[in-house]
């Protein structure tokens, strides 16, 4: 069964920190590039993505210099480093992947064929 699952949300305080995880079963994230997305009331926008080819990643300005996405492919899991955190980042926070090696969307886009369910984070004090 193809899954992504979140973890790691939860609430913190204005200026502190959080990891979310993404953990993939039933299939390898080798291939895949990974975004990571959020919603708060609204659209679902772009955070940021990793491509799978080299590592190479994209941060939407707002998150710029804050947040760091990483990958283990060994487990399978990708990662999210949030500091600082603002009262705007508070959002439902979902993990995707993409079936490209070369490029990865910091975009919502069908090309995003798995989801997971998402985490939500709330910066609040």
């Known amino acids: 069964q193809v899954q992504l699952v979140e973890s790691g949300g939860g609430l913190v305080q204005p200026g502190g920190s959080l990891r979310l995880s993404c953990a993939a079963s039933?299939?390898?994230?080798?291939?895949?590039?990974i975004g990571w997305f959020r919603q708060a009331p609204g659209e679902r926008e772009g955070v940021s993505c990793m491509?799978?080819?080299?590592?190479?990643?994209y941060y939407a300005d707002s998150v710029k210099g804050r947040f760091t996405i990483s990958r283990d492919n060994a487990k399978n899991t990708v990662y999210l480093q949030m500091n600082s955190l603002k009262p705007e980042d508070t959002a439902v926070y979902f993990c995707?992947?993409?079936?490209?090696?070369?490029?990865?969307?910091?975009?919502?886009?069908?090309?995003?064929?798995?989801w997971g369910q998402g985490t939500q984070v709330t910066v609040s004090s």
């Open positions: 995707a992947a993409q079936p490209t090696y070369y490029y990865c969307s910091g975009y919502v886009t069908q090309e995003y064929h798995y």
């Open positions: 039933g299939f390898s994230l080798d291939y895949y590039a």
């Open positions: 491509r799978s080819s080299d590592g190479s990643t």
